[in-house]
């Protein structure tokens, strides 16, 4: 049984289909990539799946449990109660909050203790702080800003914002994580340790990831599978071999020289 699939999925706006038909399926445990030019409709399919936009027509459906349970037209907080998380091509940080605050703010959702015990101080509260503190630290050393736990976020480098970024996502408890550009506005060297952090992710953590990416150094070294769309429609499936020498994709995205 699929993690997740969707089938002939499609979000029209106005007379434009910014995507239309898409059957797309993730297994458990594997790192798949989403390429196209620019405006193919990656971003809008990460908004369906994500609960951002309803779809027109089609299904999403996620499994819970044993059983597969359609997700189409839930809500985003909904839909990231039930383990999928994001991030966003342009940084959404709390920026004027601490860097392991803006961890620990994701993990409210999962938070043990009542209002009141929060109110009155009481050693449940202090438990449940310290456990997400905890756990914030952890993610954080995951991406290498454990020394920076007390600084603004704003006050991080480009890159490290992005890296903060997939750690408040992660802070959710994620089943599948979808990353969208992480990389844009990389410097090689950033790209080169951002592709080793997807990979640890990805085995430490036994998560799902679904990667959106321009850079195709990153998309082809990191992904076991990928989808290719084009104009909304997804024209290929495959490999990362199979995409790079894929005649529909050659001629939509990669130009004539692979």
Request: net charge neutral; glycine share 8%.
């Amino acid at each position: 049984m699929a993690l997740l699939q969707t089938k002939r999925l499609t979000r029209n706006f106005g007379g434009l289909a910014a995507v239309s038909d898409v059957n797309l399926t993730l297994e458990d445990n594997e790192l798949v990539g989403l390429i196209g030019p620019n405006g193919a409709g990656k971003t809008t399919l990460f908004n369906l799946l994500t609960g951002v936009y309803e779809p027109s027509k089609g299904t999403i459906e996620l499994r819970v449990g044993k059983e597969m349970q359609s997700i189409g037209g839930m809500k985003a907080h909904k839909v990231s109660q039930l383990g999928l998380a994001r991030t966003f091509q342009n940084i959404r940080l709390f920026k004027n909050m601490k860097v392991y605050e803006n961890v620990t703010l994701a993990m409210h959702k999962d938070c043990k203790y009542g209002l009141l015990s929060a109110f009155l101080r009481l050693p449940s509260f202090y438990k449940e702080e310290q456990r997400m503190y905890d756990k914030a630290m952890e993610l954080l050393k995951l991406v290498g800003l454990d020394s920076k736990k007390d600084e603004l976020a704003k006050n991080l480098p480009y890159g490290e914002q992005r890296r903060l970024e997939i750690a408040r996502a992660m802070a959710t408890n994620p089943t599948i994580l979808f990353l969208d550009e992480p990389a844009a506005g990389m410097n090689p060297q950033e790209t080169h340790d951002l592709t080793e952090l997807i990979r640890k992710i990805k085995e430490e953590y036994n998560m799902t990831i679904l990667l959106i990416e321009h850079d195709m150094s990153l998309v082809m070294n990191v992904c076991e599978r990928i989808y290719v769309l084009d104009y909304g429609r997804m024209i290929a499936n495959g490999t990362p071999e199979e995409i790079k020498h894929n005649p529909r994709v050659i001629e939509a995205y990669l130009g004539e020289e692979v």
